[in-house]
C-alpha cells in the first residue's frame, strides 16, 4: 500500500512538472493593440523590428491585429527564434527516451526598416520616402517600373498614394527589374516647374498659380481669365471635377503652349451721352434722350407708368 501510494505521488509529480512545461512562456510584457495598429506599428512603438515583434507573436496576422488583444512586445533571455523542445517518445518497453524537435520561425522580407506590411518579399532595391515625395515622382526618378506596379510591390500606399509615409522605406525592384535608370528606356520625366506639385500635371505647362487661403478652381480660371474651367481640370488632373484636390501651397498649371500667358486688357463701354449728373449705371442704351432721376419710394413699374412706356422698354 505504501509502494502505491509513492508511485501515485511520483505520478502527479511528474504531471504537475509537465504542465509547468505547456504554460511557460518567456514573453516579460504584453500590450493591447489599439484600432488601426499593425505589427510595424506595435513594432515601432516599442522600439523592435516587426520581424522581432512577429517572432514574439507566433501565427500573428499583421494586417488584421485584434482591437484590444494583448500582444508580446518584451521577451525575457534568449530572443525566439529557433528552439529546441524536448518530445517524450513511449517505446514498446517501458523506458521513454527523448526526441529533439526543432521549430524554426519564419522572418519577414530581408531589407532596410521601416518598411509597411505587405512589401513584396522579392524586392532587390528600396526607396526612402522623404519630404515631397509622391508615388508618381518615385516612379519617374527610377523609370524602371510602372505606377501600377509601385503599388503593387507596396500595398500599403493604397491606389491612389495616400499611404506614402515619410521615413519609410519602399520597394522599387524586383527580380528582372532594371535596378538603374538605363538610357535606352525612354521615361516620361516630370514637367520642369517650381515644387510641389501634384501628379498628373500636364507637361508642357508654361505658367504656375501657387494655391493660396480662399482660392476655387473657378476663382483661379476668373483671375486670369485665359483659360476654361474644363482646361485647367485637364491640366490639374489631380484636383478632380469638383476641385476637392485643391492643395494650399501646391503649384497648379494656367497655361500651356498656345494659352495666353498674361490676362487680356479689360474692356470698358463707354456711357452714352447724357445728363451731366450722375451716377448712371453701365448698358445704358447709347440712343437714350430723356432721362429720369429716380426718387425715393420709386419702383419700376411706377416710373413705366409715368411716362407710359412698357417695362420692356425700361
Keep these: ?15 504537475v512538472g509537465a504542465a509547468a512545461a505547456v504554460v511557460k512562456r518567456d514573453c516579460s510584457f504584453t500590450w493591447a493593440a489599439g ?14 523590428t516587426q520581424a522581432q515583434f512577429i517572432s514574439y507573436n507566433p501565427g500573428v496576422v499583421c494586417t488584421a491585429l485584434v482591437v484590444g488583444k494583448e500582444y508580446c512586445v518584451e521577451w525575457m533571455g534568449a530572443a525566439p527564434g529557433t528552439t529546441t523542445t524536448t518530445k517524450p517518445v513511449t517505446t514498446s518497453s517501458t523506458t521513454s527516451t527523448s526526441k529533439i ?15 509597411q506590411d505587405g512589401i513584396v518579399g522579392d524586392c ?13 515622382g518615385i516612379v519617374s526618378k527610377y523609370g524602371g517600373f ?17 499611404g506614402l509615409w515619410l521615413g519609410y522605406y ?8 532594371p535596378t538603374s535608370t538605363s538610357p535606352a528606356v525612354t521615361t516620361t520625366a516630370a514637367p ?8 498628373g500635371i500636364v507637361a508642357d505647362c508654361k505658367k504656375y498659380h501657387i494655391a493660396v487661403s480662399g482660392d476655387t478652381c473657378q476663382k483661379i480660371v476668373d483671375t486670369y481669365k485665359t483659360f476654361s474651367l474644363t482646361q485647367f481640370y485637364s491640366w490639374n488632373p489631380a484636383v478632380g471635377t469638383d476641385c476637392s484636390g485643391l492643395w494650399l501651397g501646391y503649384n497648379y498649371c494656367i497655361a500651356i503652349t498656345g494659352t495666353p500667358t498674361t490676362i487680356p486688357p479689360t474692356t470698358t463701354s463707354t ?3 447724357g445728363p451731366t449728373v450722375s451716377p448712371t449705371q453701365e448698358g445704358v442704351s447709347s440712343k437714350c434722350n430723356k432721362w429720369y432721376l429716380v426718387a425715393s419710394g420709386d419702383y419700376c413699374q411706377k416710373i413705366a407708368d409715368q411716362f407710359s412706356i412698357t417695362l420692356s422698354n425700361l
Design 124 to 136: 532587390q532595391k528600396f526607396h526612402l520616402a522623404a519630404s515631397g515625395d509622391t508615388c508618381g
Design 170 to 177: 519602399y520597394c522599387v525592384a524586383v527580380t528582372g527589374t
Design 1 to 15: 500500500m505504501q509502494f502505491f501510494l509513492s508511485a501515485v505521488a511520483l505520478l502527479s509529480a511528474a504531471n
Design 101 to 115: 524537435v526543432t521549430t524554426t520561425t519564419s522572418t519577414a522580407p530581408s531589407g532596410p526598416s521601416p518598411t
Design 146 to 162: 510602372t505606377l501600377q506596379q509601385f503599388y503593387s510591390w507596396n500595398p500599403a500606399v493604397g491606389n491612389d498614394c495616400s
Design 192 to 199: 520642369a516647374g517650381p515644387s510641389p506639385t501634384q501628379d
Design 271 to 273: 456711357a452714352p451721352a
Design 35 to 48: 484600432s488601426g495598429d499593425t505589427c510595424q506599428s506595435m513594432a515601432v512603438s516599442w522600439g523592435l
